[in-house]
């Protein structure tokens, strides 16, 4: 009898399961029928099958969709305010709500209904509607914050501003301070929209401006400024420099002393042409770096460049010693240590640095364990889940949220919920969220969302290792180590295959369109469309390509064709140096922008360990016995840091 009861039990529960499975199944179903109702303007239908999906997770979803067009339903659309204030729908609602409010000129209900935002247009309107409810100077305050922007305002800003600009606040020095932020930025129409508001004379003077601006080399027969012109002066100083640099540093050194400019601004242009001079490894750049009366971070890291560029590792030594001890303590400046105490005879000190450096997996330990002839460590931590973990995260209202846009296939809308909801989690729990994107095979945000844990040691999350066939396949093909190919996957899409770019690039491996269809013709192949690239087989095909000419075209330099294919091979051209070599590490630490050092950075890094993943056939997703330092025989970071010769 007891078995018996334990079977029926059973099937009971298997029973409301699928109960419960069916019946999610038709909200699904339902919910569609009410959006196409919805669309329709079938409004009494869609109330009606609206009352039955009160519980199901897009339920708010479904009543915002509808109210966002309805804001006149007041009194539901406060109460959807009250009951849903925890969703990310009645953010969404309220900003259009209190967007109607203003227009209406419904001022008390805005001020009521406000909750600070960052969002600029709703900021306006709050002070708007604090001006009309009687607190006039707090909201001119507020619009004098809000002028002094070199960006375009939005327009629901208009209001405030056009009562700013009737009233004694508004003065010459203001109206000034915007029109030079403006050009500053670059924003011409921005500036030209201000020059309206100077007087006639300031606006002569406005003209003259924006003529320099446009055409900076003006400067060089400068006769027609005033020496009360000085920061006219100047940013002309700072907008050739943009262009010829040289010529800029040669005219402010002969002529900043005949015009009258402050401090602040003279402080400001040497601190841009030091490290412009630094930026285009110009010799004369660690002098000028040193010469600065007021230093900062990004200036002292250009002053170790500098002296890296100069290969004068007493200066190297003196510019480390400029950086915080906090900042000294950052991997890539203990590598610098390491081989400024090395060069200057201190060899065991700098033993000691890179010993301790190699303890770290990243581009500048491994260069240190190869320097000490140490095996990489990887050390891989992956995270460790409490029973039920995962499933108690998902069961909470926002993962739910998230798991039925999937379901219906609404990504975009999926992935803004997301982050919605991991924005309210803690770093502990981030990383839960982190393992349940992998789990829902949501790779890049499982990547994105442990960084946002500040959590880096699960390597198995962060180094997935997808459309292997396709990557050791072209590689093979084109004579290429797979972990490189790897590497450039990684670091372009974290393997997501419908990646598109702000510019275009498109998919694994961001091919360019343009590109594709060169590489198509190369190949003889039928060029197919611009959504060809977002197919694996086509985009690896391309990239491997792609990257394998680069090689050929810098000589098989690794690191210079890695920094190609993020930059372009015209400027890494340009980037190479013009009389004698230079190492590679120093090479790729002077790279002028930002973005493309930490690209070759990363990219070499993650070849490293997908090598070790390629060569340890095995999947740090599974198991941490396959993830020792590396043993077996494989690249070295050293083999990929070539001299980098002359161009």
Not at 111 to 129: G, K, M, S
Not at 168 to 192: C, H, M, Y
Not at 242 to 254: I, R
Not at 377 to 391: H, I, W, Y
Request: with cysteine.
């Amino acid at each position: 009898m007891k078995h018996l009861r334990g079977k029926l039990l059973l099937c009971l529960v298997l029973f409301s399961g699928a109960v419960l499975g069916n019946t999610l199944n038709q909200q699904r179903n339902d919910f569609l029928q009410a959006e196409k109702l919805l669309a329709q303007g079938n409004i009494a239908a869609f109330t009606h099958i609206s009352a039955v999906l009160i519980d199901y997770p897009l339920y708010p979803y479904l009543q915002y969709q509808w109210l966002k067009d309805n804001l006149q339903q007041a009194d539901q659309v406060l109460s959807f305010l009250a009951a849903y204030k925890e969703t990310r729908y009645a953010g969404l609602l309220r900003s259009k709500w209190l967007d109607y409010l203003a227009k209406n000129e419904r001022w008390n209900d805005f001020v009521r209904d406000y909750e600070v935002t960052e969002n600029t247009a709703l900021e306006c309107q709050y002070n708007l509607a604090i001006y009309n409810t009687g607190n006039q100077q707090q909201a001119l305050n507020a619009a004098k914050r809000l002028w002094v922007a070199g960006d375009s305002l939005p327009q629901e800003c208009d209001p405030l501003l056009s009562v700013l600009m009737m009233s004694p606040g508004f003065t010459p020095e203001l109206i000034w301070q915007r029109f030079e932020l403006a050009l500053n930025k670059d924003n011409v129409s921005v500036a030209e929209y201000v020059r309206r508001s100077l007087s006639s004379a300031d606006q002569n003077v406005a003209d003259v401006w924006l003529r320099i601006h446009q055409n900076p080399a003006l400067i060089e027969n400068n006769g027609f400024l005033s020496p009360q012109m000085g920061r006219l002066f100047a940013h002309g100083v700072d907008r050739l420099a943009k262009s010829d640099l040289s010529l800029a540093v040669k005219l402010w050194d002969d002529r900043k002393h005949a015009f009258q400019i402050d401090n602040k601004a003279i402080r400001q242009l040497e601190r841009s042409l030091a490290i412009g001079l630094a930026r285009s490894r110009n010799p004369g750049a660690y002098y000028r770096l040193s010469q600065l009366p007021v230093v900062d971070a990004e200036v002292n890291e250009w002053k170790v460049r500098a002296a890296l560029l100069e290969q004068n590792w007493q200066h190297v030594a003196e510019a480390l010693a400029g950086l915080t001890a906090q900042e000294r303590q950052d991997p890539k400046w203990q590598y610098w240590l390491a081989r400024s105490l090395d060069k200057t005879g201190s060899s065991l000190q700098a033993q000691d640095v890179y010993i301790k450096l190699a303890e770290d997996r990243s581009f500048y330990g491994f260069l240190a364990a190869d320097n000490v002839h140490k095996p990489y460590q990887f050390s891989n931590k992956p995270v460790l889940l409490a029973e039920n973990e995962l499933e108690k995260l998902a069961n909470e209202t926002d993962f739910k949220v998230v798991r039925e846009l999937n379901l219906l296939n609404r990504d975009a809308e999926a992935e803004r919920q997301w982050w919605y909801a991991v924005k309210k989690l803690s770093k502990e729990r981030r990383m839960i969220a982190a393992k349940l994107a992998q789990q829902w095979h949501k790779d890049k945000i499982a990547i994105t969302t442990l960084v946002k844990a500040d959590y880096w040691d699960d390597l198995g999350l962060r180094f997935p290792v997808y459309y292997s066939s396709q990557v050791h396949n072209n590689a093979y093909l084109h004579n290429l180590d797979p972990a490189i190919v790897f590497g450039l996957i990684r670091q372009e899409s974290i393997f997501n295959k419908d990646a598109e770019s702000s510019v275009g690039a498109r998919g694994l491996m961001q091919v360019m369109p343009k590109t594709g269809m060169q590489i198509a013709r190369d190949l003889k192949e039928k060029w197919q469309s611009e959504g060809s690239l977002f197919n694996p087989d086509v985009n690896v095909r391309y990239g491997a390509f792609y990257y394998k000419q680069l090689l050929k075209q810098f000589n098989g330099h690794f690191a210079l064709a890695i920094a190609a294919y993020n930059a372009g091979p015209g400027r890494v051209a340009k980037w190479l140096p013009s009389v004698e070599s230079v190492p590679a590490d120093i090479w790729i630490e002077t790279i002028p922008y930002k973005e493309t050092r930490k690209y070759v950075t990363s990219v070499l890094s993650y070849a490293i360990i997908y090598q070790q993943l390629i060569l340890g056939n095995c999947s740090m997703h599974y198991s941490t016995s396959c993830i020792p330092a590396v043993e077996k025989k494989g690249l070295k970071m050293k083999e990929l840091m070539l001299d980098v010769l002359p161009g």
